[in-house]
Nanobody, 125 residues
Framework: QVELVESGGGLVQAGGSLRLSCAASIRTFRRFTMAWFRQGPGKEREFVAATLGGGGIYYGDFVKGRFTINRDNAENMMSLQMNSLRPEDTAVYYC???????????????????WGQGTQVTVSS
């Protein structure tokens, strides 16, 4: 049974930083493709970043160098460092996992088998 648990969300002022973490109960974590998605109020779920089990890191277009995804295969953890936060970054952020090491459409939420419960990020202006 795969479990993903996010932490690190909260309230921050515009221009500030937050670091999200995702703890994964996955025996073969290093092979999994891991990703962050977000869903803002009244919006569809949006791709934020992905780190593929087979190598490769990708970001959504809106990130523009502000966010950094990282994974620690020894600790079964993934993180998202978010800097220069903007009010439009306000959303519930979700950790997602898929057992395939390579996914061509890593930006599509439908590719991911497992999801965390989400953590709220609120950026005030």
């Amino acid at each position: 049974q795969v479990e993903l648990v996010e932490s690190g969300g909260g309230l921050v002022q515009a221009g500030g930083s937050l670091r999200l973490s995702c703890a994964a109960s996955i025996r073969t974590f290093r092979r999994f493709t891991m990703a962050w998605f977000r869903q803002g109020p009244g919006k569809e779920r949006e791709f934020v970043a992905a780190t593929l089990g087979g190598g490769g890191i990708y970001y959504g277009d809106f990130v523009k160098g502000r966010f950094t995804i990282n994974r620690d295969n020894a600790e079964n953890m993934m993180s998202l460092q978010m800097n220069s936060l903007r009010p439009e970054d306000t959303a519930v952020y979700y950790c997602a996992a898929d057992s395939h090491s390579f996914i061509n459409t890593y930006y599509s939420s439908s590719e991911y088998e497992y999801w965390g419960q989400g953590t709220q990020v609120t950026v005030s202006s």
